[in-house]
């Protein structure tokens, strides 16, 4: 198991920025992708970010490109999301995955997500 903890979701203005944290107390989350997923009021969760499991590698939605950046922390087995220029359609709920290495792309589906974090609500106000 791969339990995951979401944390740094919060309200702020357009424009603003948020970091989002997802600390997992297991070993293997080194050996997996890992991704963040968000799901709008009223939509399907979708794939946002993704980034390879050394790190190397990262894919993004397109509407996130150039505003958000995914890294990792190996070492502390965390996960990060920068979310900058935060726009009110960036709103929902946002959840942090282990996805399956081989389906390691932007456009990774839920069907390929290993594990979840219970996700962190992200508001963003006009």
């Known amino acids: 198991q791969v339990p995951l903890v979401e944390s740094g979701g919060g309200s702020v203005q357009a424009g603003g920025s948020l970091r989002l944290s997802c600390a997992s107390a297991g070993y293997q989350f080194t050996f997996y992708c890992m991704g963040w997923f968000r799901q709008a009021p009223g939509k399907e969760r979708e794939g946002i970010a993704f980034?390879?499991?050394?790190?190397?590698?990262?894919y993004y939605l397109e509407a996130v490109k150039g505003r958000f950046t995914i890294s990792r922390d190996n070492d502390k087995k965390t996960l990060y999301l920068q979310m900058n220029s935060l726009k009110p359609e960036d709103t929902g709920m946002y959840y942090c995955?282990?996805?399956?290495?081989?389906?390691?792309?932007?456009?990774?589906?839920?069907?390929?997500?290993?594990?979840w974090g219970q996700g962190t609500q992200v508001t963003v106000s006009s």
């Open positions: 995955a282990a996805v399956q290495n081989r389906k390691c792309r932007a456009g990774a589906a839920e069907m390929d997500v290993s594990f």
């Open positions: 980034i390879s499991a050394g790190g190397g590698s990262t």
